[in-house]
């Protein structure tokens, strides 16, 4: 019987993995580097700390990722558990408090008994007769990443990814800003996103600016083509794709009503909270890489976040991961070594809700 696993990675899908194997009676060693070693894109040394969005997805049933967020709670995820513990308000999603969450993990893995919580950078893999999980995540620290490649026989992979903005909801301006839901669905009557209409004469403003803003370079983009996650990607790819792309994609009308005018504006960029007490909101689907100046210039184009305090502007991040389907089994095991499993999103998953799911089947 397996005595001791170390789990390396203090992310979703190894924090659930330790706690899944803890609760079963197995003793975890849990590796995070941070806050010894920083990786440029989290803020905190918590566990599990959301990058990107602070959605879990849908929770309607009838959707995937609502399925499988209930399949992890009949499993009794931990990661699930506290996501419901502290979720806010965004229509039928599972959106959640990103800081209490990450608290909320810290605190139950650093309290079982049977995990020990090092915070350590492990670089390299460790050896055949240790049974490990790696969860190191996209933002893999470089001495791991070459071991990696190196035991795959074949080159690393990765894309680029991004983060969006946040702002202070007093600073919104609410004359022209309004509440509402798509379709009025969600938990709160006035509705639970904050939406600022556009007209299209704003909104053909709003995409010539964004074109016509700098970006920031990337490590390496001269010589390496950019690869670019579909899910996350930049509005400024976007809106390169087609003047139109934004308000089919993200600034998407549907479902929404200008109470001012009465009628569907021809654009909408929409806000969702970031936290419990309801004080940071996130610009939905506004990843971006322009640079900080002309970004803030560009996003006080729209209406009502003319005066917007931001409290934290969008940025990109290079991402690996492994070809999954080549170098690992179903159970997430790796074809050419017993003992070692990888999960999370360094497996090519996309979604919060599976790479929690990736870190529950390789434990």
Known sequence: MVKRVTVI???????????????????????????????????????????????????????ASGVLQNELKMLRSLLIMAAENVAVPAGGALAVDREA????????????????????????IPPDDTPTIIASGPLTAPSLALDIAKLAGQEHLYFYDAISPIVT???????IAFRANRYRRGEDAEGDYINCPMNEQEYERFVDAL??????????????????????????QMAARGRHTLSYGPMRPVGLRDPRFDKRPYAVVQLRRDNLIGTL????????????????????????????EFMRMGQMHRNTFINAPTLLHPTMRFRQRENLFFAGQITGVEGYVGNVATGLVAA
């Open 101 to 124: 969450f990450s608290e909320q993990v810290t605190s139950a893995i650093s309290n079982h008994p049977l995990i020990t919580l090092i915070r350590e950078e492990v670089t390299a």
């Open 9 to 63: 990675g203090g992310g979703l899908a190894g924090s659930e993995a330790a706690w899944q194997l803890a609760e079963r009676g197995i003793a975890v060693d849990l590796y995070e580097m941070r806050p010894r070693k920083n990786t440029g894109a989290h803020v905190s040394d918590r566990l599990a700390e959301l990058i990107c969005s602070n959605s879990l997805g849908s929770r309607l049933p009838d959707r």
């Open 211 to 236: 074109l016509a803003a700098q970006t920031i370079e990337l490590h390496a983009i001269e010589t390496e083509e950019s690869h670019y996650f579909e899910g996350c990607l930049p509005i400024e």
């Open 281 to 308: 909101y996130n610009i939905v689907g506004f990843q971006t890489n322009v640079r900080w100046g002309e970004q803030e210039k560009v996003l006080r184009l729209i209406p009502g976040l003319e005066n917007a």
């Open 169 to 175: 909801v007093d600073s919104i301006d609410m004359t």
